[in-house]
């Protein structure tokens, strides 16, 4: 009987893990900015919904991200009190996606320069901005889902993104304009 | 042409730019699984400190007394997660 149980709730945790992981993940990620600490945030916050998988359990399927993002704010929040200050933005070089760009090396330059910009961009972007869109982006969910999370009416939602959209093509549109006044000067 | 309408990012561009931003985020190959492992080796540290009877009791005794029988606790937890002979 045990054992069943066992074996019911590990079915159980392993689906909710599965629809949820990426949502959560851009959650912690938008809040602490750097991989390795969103991602020991996201373990943390599963060994937190395992541990009380049976409340999951008594709460309505279409609820369990709420829940379970409520679970991550508390992992960010032990872990912002546990530093003394807040965690800066580093510039981070990684190994950029860049097959869209073509075989130009001098394009593949830009977009990489581009991209390195763009996670600038994104992770200084306002609390209030960067969250809905880190969560559409990443996290894949609407803007009713993002809604539920922050706490705000899906059309602000969807102003919000639309504003970090804008304020991402911004910064990248004035750099090329920088890069292509070096050329021609 | 102007300089400035060639330097546009337009939504597709943007996309294609996000598409690639999202890419180098991706996750490590994480498995439900392992957490559930992990799960069991870290539960009873937590739930000793957070929900044991004895957390709240021990408001009511002196510090000294309360650290010592925490500190007792947590090492028989410990010793329990990790299967470690009480001997030790």
């Not at chain 1, 869209?100 to 991209?115: R, S, V």
């Not at chain 1, 960067?130 to 990443?138: E, K, T």
């Not at chain 2, 007792?72 to 997660?81: D, N, R």
Request: with cysteine; proline share 3%.
């Amino acid at each position: 009987m045990n054992e069943h149980y066992q074996k019911d709730n590990s079915s159980f945790f392993d689906n909710v893990y599965r629809r949820h992981y990426r949502a959560v993940y851009a959650y912690l990620l938008s809040r602490v900015k750097k991989v390795d600490i969103a991602v020991d945030l996201l373990q943390d916050t599963f060994v937190k919904v395992w541990n009380h998988i049976d409340d999951l359990r008594n709460i309505l399927q279409e609820h369990h991200i709420y829940w379970i993002i409520n679970v991550a704010r508390n992992c960010f929040n032990d872990h912002h009190r546990r530093l003394s200050s807040r965690v800066e933005t580093e510039p981070i070089n990684y190994d950029w996606d860049i097959a869209f760009c073509g075989d130009d090396p001098y394009q593949q330059l830009l977009t990489k320069e581009t991209m390195n910009l763009l996670d600038q961009t994104i992770h200084s972007l306002p609390d209030k901005l960067r969250i809905p869109f880190i969560l559409s982006v990443m996290g894949e969910l609407s803007s009713s889902e993002i809604a539920g999370i922050i706490g705000c009416p899906p059309g602000t939602v969807r102003y919000r993104i639309s504003m970090a959209r804008k304020l991402i093509a911004q910064s990248i549109e004035a750099h090329m304009d920088c890069r292509h006044g070096d050329i021609l000067a | 042409m102007s300089d400035k309408f060639m330097n546009k990012i337009d939504d597709n561009k943007l996309d294609s730019l996000l598409t690639g931003w999202t890419k180098a985020y991706e996750l490590p190959d994480y498995q439900a699984e392992q957490i559930r492992r992990l799960a069991k080796r870290s539960s009873p540290r937590t739930e000793i400190m957070q929900d044991n009877w004895w957390f709240k009791f021990s408001t009511n005794l002196s510090d000294t007394v309360a650290q010592a029988v925490q500190s007792w606790m947590c090492y028989g937890a410990v010793q329990e997660s990790y299967n470690i002979p009480t001997s030790l």
